[in-house]
């Protein structure tokens, strides 16, 4: 097997994706990808990421690939069976003082943070297209919401707690409280509990 054959053959175990650093990290030549984007068999999305044609790929991986941006809001919720609807803007968090090329796109709306807190509650999940991204947990979406109440819609943050706490299996309540302490919104946490408990 030569080594177009080689990427063509990973590239059908990852979904129709591929990265430059998968290509190298499997001891083949980069000059290779550019050999079938020439031939029409690859197409170069962006910088490091190339897909089969005529494949959807996923918008998200391809969206967050290459920037340090986590999932979250409303496209967190979706991700983990939190929101009633698909969100028809992608909720991003970065760093404060991001510049990258997501600030360009008018579908994203981005959330920008402080270091500090812009791991807290970080995991990997499976886009609903099987490839892993970022988002945050329901920990921490449900606290993001409440920080940001004034702009939430009030039926979205509902839906997301009364779901949550319905989950007995996967809820954690001391972390839910433990990221309510950090984030200052302890007062809206416990209100919800008393209702919805």
């Given at each position: 097997?030569?080594?177009?054959?080689?990427?063509?053959?990973?590239?059908?175990?990852?979904?129709?994706?591929?990265?430059?650093?998968?290509?190298?990290?499997?001891?083949?030549?980069?000059?290779?990808?550019?050999?079938?984007?020439?031939?029409?068999?690859?197409?170069?999305?962006?910088?490091?990421?190339?897909?089969?044609?005529?494949?959807?790929?996923?918008?998200?991986?391809?969206?967050?690939?290459?920037?340090?941006?986590?999932?979250?809001?409303?496209?967190?919720?979706?991700?983990?069976?939190?929101?009633?609807?698909?969100?028809?803007t992608y909720h991003i968090t970065v760093n404060r003082g991001y510049n990258g090329?997501?600030?360009?796109?008018?579908?994203?709306?981005?959330?920008?943070?402080?270091?500090?807190?812009?791991?807290?509650?970080?995991?990997?999940?499976?886009?609903?297209?099987?490839?892993?991204?970022?988002?945050?947990?329901?920990?921490?979406?449900?606290?993001?919401?409440?920080?940001?109440?004034?702009?939430?819609?009030?039926?979205?943050?509902?839906?997301?707690?009364t779901e949550y706490l319905n989950n007995k299996n996967e809820r954690d309540l001391?972390?839910?409280m433990e990221y309510a302490k950090k984030f200052n919104v302890e007062a809206d946490?416990?209100?919800?509990?008393?209702?919805?408990?």
């Amino acid at each position: 097997m030569n080594k177009e054959e080689q990427i063509l053959k990973l590239i059908e175990k990852k979904n129709g994706i591929i990265t430059t650093k998968e290509i190298v990290e499997n001891n083949i030549n980069r000059v290779f990808l550019t050999r079938l984007v020439n031939k029409g068999e690859l197409e170069r999305v962006k910088n490091g990421l190339y897909v089969l044609p005529f494949t959807w790929g996923d918008e998200y991986f391809n969206l967050t690939y290459g920037n340090n941006a986590i999932f979250s809001y409303e496209t967190a919720l979706y991700f983990l069976n939190l929101c009633e609807t698909v969100p028809s803007t992608y909720h991003i968090t970065v760093n404060r003082g991001y510049n990258g090329s997501l600030k360009k796109n008018n579908n994203v709306k981005l959330h920008f943070v402080k270091n500090e807190i812009f791991e807290l509650g970080k995991i990997m999940i499976k886009s609903p297209q099987g490839q892993n991204v970022f988002c945050y947990d329901a920990e921490r979406c449900i606290c993001d919401l409440l920080k940001d109440k004034d702009n939430q819609d009030i039926e979205t943050i509902k839906y997301a707690i009364t779901e949550y706490l319905n989950n007995k299996n996967e809820r954690d309540l001391p972390k839910l409280m433990e990221y309510a302490k950090k984030f200052n919104v302890e007062a809206d946490i416990s209100k919800y509990l008393e209702v919805l408990m």
